[in-house]
């Protein structure tokens, strides 16, 4: 394998200080990150001071403005020629993010994205996340002709070059199926990674519904922002 370039791992968390610490100390095992970097999204707990104490880089955003802009928030401002991105609470399991760098420094394919196994709590359907996925699936789809099981797996490894080429980043809850299509549709390849990460989800009470709905709202009108963006 030739020399890989520099590949940092970002980290974008929103109110996730009591599984950081255990998410950042099993990223820091593993050899091939060059440098980790948290981005606060404004979060509300004690996240701030937290991260601050676990010698990584750390992007501190003053007030919550979504995932996507954290991400965006990152890529305008970090060197790298790979780009990985890791949520927050993921806790030990995040070490399998390896998985997902491999294929991609190794010049395999040019995007990997992390495929929970029917054991991880990603996958499980409580909160109305299995409505979220088929339709987040279904218009990844309708853009792509390509059928993709990890429309909304945060867990995901770039080639710069992928991101160079993307146009529209959108802020909230709609930034992974916007890469996923731009990715596709600008010629480059995905591999989906079977990991069996361990990933809080939305339980089946008013506060979960609430943020499924959020979710679905987001997917929605980043589909159509990019359906009149041709």
């Known amino acids: 394998m ?12 929103y109110n996730e200080s009591d599984l950081i610490v255990n998410t ?22 004690n996240t701030l001071e937290v ?12 007030k919550n403005c979504g ?10 401002t970090l060197k790298y020629d790979y780009i990985a991105f890791i949520d927050g609470d993921l806790g030990e399991s995040s070490i399998q993010t390896e998985k997902l760098i491999l294929p991609v420094i190794n010049g395999e394919v040019d995007v ?4 929970f196994s029917d054991r ?18 279904s218009g990844i789809y309708f853009f792509t002709k390509k ?32 890469m996923t299509i731009q990715t596709i549709n600008n010629g480059f390849s995905i591999m989906e990674v ?3 990460m361990n990933h809080r989800y939305s339980q089946r009470n008013l506060q979960g519904f609430i943020h499924r709905g959020k979710q679905f709202i987001d997917i929605l009108k980043t589909f159509i922002v990019m359906y009149f963006r041709g």
């Not at 991260?51 to 003053?62: C, F, K, R, Y």
Request: hydrophobic share 40%; glycine share 8%.
């Open 120 to 137: 991880s709590t990603m996958t499980n359907t409580k909160g109305g996340f299995g409505i979220v996925k088929r339709f987040a699936k």
């Open 147 to 178: 059928e993709i099981d990890t429309s909304l797996s945060g867990q995901r490894v770039y080639k710069k070059q992928v991101i160079e080429k993307m146009n529209y980043i959108p802020d909230r809850y709609g930034i992974e199926v916007a």
């Open 51 to 62: 991260i601050n104490s676990l010698d990584v880089s750390v992007i501190n955003l003053e």
């Open 112 to 115: 990997s994205i992390a495929k």
């Open 24 to 45: 950042i100390e099993s990223l820091k095992k593993i050899d091939l990150i060059d440098e980790i970097v948290v981005v606060n999204d404004g979060s509300q707990d």
């Open 194 to 196: 079977p990991v069996t």
């Open 2 to 13: 030739e020399e890989k370039g520099r590949l940092v791992c970002v980290v974008p968390v």
């Open 67 to 76: 995932k996507g802009y954290a991400m965006r928030k990152a890529i305008e």
